[in-house]
């Protein structure tokens, strides 16, 4: 009986794991507050004021984490000293850059996190931040970022990273698409993002995680452009295109976005002030 009740157990686990997030929740990204996600590059005032905003204004408690950036410890890397003076000309001054491998995270890192109204993560390399914070306390003061109306956001690595699969997660080299880190934070559900698309020649690289994992949206990012997501709902901000890769294209006749032709590999391009449904993946048209 007690190997009856295990294996209906482990079953039904493997039913939940296997079921896309989709199904089990009706919200794709943040239910309170909203995730930020931006493609890389040089970035413009209209970013930058954007997350801003959305943090609460010039007066709030921004954390910038750079842990994609290095492995090395804050006070060796001249490159987190740079992501301080960035955000001192940006003319923030309740900021604070903060950096821990898993095993060196403190309470008072989590609570600073936890306490935040806005998080930056910055470029680098995504699979340095799932090991120096994933299955620790640190997801959970992220969480409550959200959850009080808070913003997460992130450029390049710090984008990718907010999906729930992780591309360009290899350790060896981030031309692999599915590597040896396939999973990303999950703050927006059952999506692969990835970033400096259209700047990099990188628009179709997507298919192969999507061929693979047919039930997730790919999103992809140029430069200097991001999507605001709250929510179901997502906003595009920036000077290029997202690149949205949910199996449709646009119809002429209809007016609308249907379904492509069985086989085909798609995507269409929004571009600043479009908007997109993630729940039923189709963009907001105006009426």
Known sequence: MLNQINFALAFALAVILLVPSSVQSQSIGPEQGACFIVGGGRLDSTIIHTFIKEAGGMDSRIIVIPTAMSDDPMQSDPGFKRIRALFS??????????????????????????????????????????????????????????????????????????????????????????????????????????????????????????SAHPHLLGIGLDENTGLLIKGN?????????????????????????????????????????????LLNRKPVLEE
């Open 89 to 210: 000309r940006w003319g923030l001054t309740n900021f604070d850059v903060l950096h821990a491998q898993k095993e060196a995270i403190t309470k008072p890192f989590i609570a600073a996190v936890a306490e935040a109204d806005g998080i930056w993560f910055t470029g680098g390399r995504q699979w340095r931040l799932m090991d120096a914070y994933a299955e620790t306390k640190v997801m959970e003061a992220l969480q409550s970022v959200l959850n009080r109306g808070g913003i997460i956001a992130g450029t390049s690595a710090g984008a990718t990273i907010q999906g729930s699969y992780l591309a360009r997660g290899d350790s060896r080299t981030n031309t692999i698409m599915m590597g040896d880190h396939q999973v990303g934070f999950g703050l927006i559900r059952d999506v692969a993002i990835d970033q400096h698309v259209l700047a990099r020649n990188r628009q179709f690289d997507l298919y192969e995680i999507l």
């Open 233 to 277: 709902q997502g906003e595009v901000v920036g000077s290029s295109y997202v690149l949205i890769y949910d199996g449709k294209e646009w119809n002429s006749q209809a007016q609308d976005y249907l379904p492509s032709a069985r086989g085909q590999h798609t995507f269409y391009m929004l571009s600043d002030g479009d908007r997109y449904d």
